[in-house]
Structures are given as structure tokens and as C-alpha cells.
């Protein structure tokens, strides 16, 4: 089934019956399918709740207006003069910044941890990149930088499609977040009847019952109730850090663009 109207949306992301599609328990320590296994994203009820709970624990000692100033600062370090044509070497920043600020000295396995997460296709270079972090740092943090890695360089790269000179950084990424989000689609598990059930994320934060001229991007239209970071029983954890990462960056970005 197919979902594409916002109150529809909600509904099931409000419902405990609809659960993410359950993943194989079987993968060895250490491997892709064996972290897909034991983290928040993924799981259910109680176990989900508990893996949760640590993740937020971690995420409650940090800071999104210092993630904010380390990501405009690590910006600006690695682009220089390349920053005003918004095609320096920023990627990698978002993800570097929040491993500095989980202690994870190393962030260079994430990007081929991260490659399968989601989908769930491991390979030999996904296994030992996983492996890899896990041997840095708890499981918390590697959910954390997984989780966000692609997520958060996918919305810098939509905002800055839409970005002009003296916009505010803020406010362009949460219109990017309604209008062009970064994931297309949720899915979820009818426990009832065991049909899969896709949402339409670009759809559902383009619902005129909902925002008026819904396809129009206006980065002045203000906070909006988009279902990009979720909402219900399960959302995201960590909007204010996500965000707080991207518009560092888009901080140095656009500066660059006004010299």
C-alpha cells in the first residue's frame, strides 16, 4: 500500500500496530547484518524503546549550537577560496564533526559502513568498515554517524539547489526538508495483515490540505509540519544536531557566496 496523504501518514507513524520491516537476526558479530540487527532503526517494542534510550543518551551531551560552529569552522578549513562556488571539499564534514564530538577520533570507515545501512546490501568492504568502527567507539555512536552520514550530506547538497546569496541557512533547510527531503519513502509492517506499507514522503509534505502552494520552495514559509524526520511513536532522534551540522556548513557555504 501506498501512502501519500499527510494525515493518512501520521496516522500510521502514530500507530503501534505498523512496525519497520523486521531485518535478518542472524548475521555474524561484527558484520553489517549483525549492527542492522541490534540497533534502534530497525527493531521493535521494548528492545527498540532500550536501544533508543541509549542513543538519545548520547546525543544529550552534545551541543548543536558548538556542532553548528565546528561545521561552519571545518568548512571553511576545507574549502578556502573554493567555498563561494559551493563546490569545495565539504563532504565529509557533517560527519567528522559529530565524530569529534562522540569521541570517535577516526570517521573514515563510516562512508562504506554506511553505503548499505538502509538497504541492508552488505559487502566484504561495508563488513570491515563496520568492524572498524565498532572497534573505536559503542554502539550509540556508530548508530548516531550511520544513521546520519548520507542523510545529512544529501539535504546539504538539495539546499544548496535551492540556496541564493543572503539567504538564512536555517530556513532554507527546513523548506528543503518538506519540499526535496533527503529520504523519498518510509516503509512499515501492517502487523495485522503483514502487507508492507511505503509512505510517500515527497508527497505527503506536498499535501495542499496541508501547506499551501505545496510545490512552490519558500524558504520564507517557517517552520512546517513535514514528515521527513518522522513523527509518532518513532521520530527522529536527532533533528537539532542534523540540522545543526547542515546549517554549519551552509554557513560557510553561503558566506563564501557573499565575498
Same mark, same amino acid.
Given at each position: 500500500?501506498?501512502?501519500?496523504? @499527510?494525515a493518512?501518514?501520521?496516522?500510521?507513524?502514530?500507530?503501534?500496530r505498523?512496525v *519497520?520491516p523486521?531485518?535478518?537476526?542472524?548475521?555474524? *558479530?561484527?558484520?553489517?547484518a549483525?549492527?542492522?540487527?541490534?540497533? /534502534? &532503526?530497525?527493531?521493535t517494542?521494548?528492545? @527498540?524503546? $532500550? !536501544? &533508543?534510550?541509549?542513543?538519545?543518551e548520547?546525543?544529550?551531551?552534545?551541543?548543536?549550537? #558548538?556542532?553548528?560552529?565546528?561545521?561552519?569552522?571545518?568548512?571553511?578549513?576545507?574549502?578556502?577560496?573554493?567555498?563561494?562556488?559551493?563546490?569545495?571539499?565539504?563532504?565529509?564534514?557533517?560527519?567528522?564533526?559529530?565524530?569529534?564530538?562522540?569521541?570517535? *577520533?577516526?570517521? /573514515?570507515?563510516? *562512508?562504506?559502513?554506511?553505503?548499505?545501512?538502509?538497504?541492508?546490501?552488505? /559487502?566484504?568492504?561495508?563488513?570491515?568498515?563496520?568492524?572498524?568502527?565498532?572497534?573505536l =567507539?559503542?554502539?550509540?555512536?556508530? =548508530?548516531?554517524?550511520?544513521?546520519?552520514?548520507?542523510? =545529512?550530506e544529501?539535504?546539504?547538497?538539495?539546499?544548496?539547489?535551492?540556496?541564493?546569496?543572503?539567504?538564512?541557512? #536555517?530556513?532554507?533547510?527546513?523548506?528543503?526538508? &518538506?519540499?526535496?527531503?533527503p529520504?523519498?519513502?518510509? !516503509?512499515?509492517?501492517?502487523?495485522r495483515?503483514?502487507?508492507?506499507?511505503?509512505?510517500d514522503?515527497?508527497?505527503?509534505?506536498?499535501?495542499? $490540505?496541508? %501547506?499551501?502552494?505545496?510545490?512552490?520552495?519558500?524558504?520564507? !514559509?517557517?517552520?512546517?509540519?513535514?514528515? =521527513? %524526520?518522522?513523527?509518532?511513536?518513532?521520530?527522529?532522534?536527532?533533528?537539532?544536531?542534523?540540522?545543526?551540522?547542515?546549517?554549519?556548513?551552509?554557513?560557510?557555504?553561503l558566506?563564501?557566496? !557573499?565575498?
Open positions: 500500500m501506498l501512502i501519500t496523504h @499527510h493518512e501518514a501520521r496516522a500510521v507513524l502514530s500507530d503501534g505498523y *519497520p523486521p531485518v535478518p537476526q542472524d548475521g555474524e *558479530p561484527g558484520t553489517l549483525w549492527l542492522r540487527a541490534h540497533v /534502534s &532503526r530497525f527493531s517494542g521494548e528492545t @527498540h524503546a $532500550e !536501544r &533508543r534510550r541509549l542513543v538519545v548520547r546525543l544529550s551531551a552534545l551541543d548543536p549550537a #558548538e556542532l553548528r560552529t565546528a561545521a561552519r569552522a571545518a568548512t571553511l578549513d576545507r574549502c578556502g577560496d573554493r567555498c563561494g562556488d559551493r563546490d569545495g571539499d565539504w563532504r565529509g564534514v557533517p560527519t567528522a564533526v559529530l565524530g569529534a564530538a562522540l569521541g570517535v *577520533p577516526d570517521t /573514515s570507515a563510516v *562512508p562504506a559502513a554506511a553505503s548499505g545501512y538502509l538497504s541492508g546490501e552488505g /559487502s566484504p568492504q561495508a563488513d570491515a568498515a563496520v568492524a572498524e568502527l565498532l572497534g =567507539t559503542d554502539l550509540p555512536a556508530v =548508530t548516531l554517524l550511520l544513521q546520519g552520514h548520507a542523510a =545529512t544529501a539535504l546539504i547538497e538539495n539546499a544548496l539547489t535551492h540556496a541564493v546569496p543572503g539567504d538564512d541557512p #536555517e530556513a532554507v533547510l527546513r523548506e528543503t526538508l &518538506r519540499q526535496d527531503p529520504l523519498k519513502a518510509s !516503509r512499515r509492517l501492517d502487523t495483515t503483514g502487507e508492507e506499507v511505503t509512505i514522503l515527497v508527497a505527503a509534505n506536498r499535501d495542499p $490540505e496541508v %501547506f499551501a502552494d505545496p510545490d512552490r520552495f519558500d524558504a520564507s !514559509r517557517g517552520p512546517a509540519p513535514h514528515l =521527513t %524526520f518522522g513523527d509518532g511513536l518513532r521520530p527522529c532522534p536527532a533533528p537539532a544536531h542534523a540540522l545543526a551540522l547542515a546549517a554549519g556548513v551552509l554557513d560557510a557555504l558566506e563564501g557566496t !557573499r565575498r
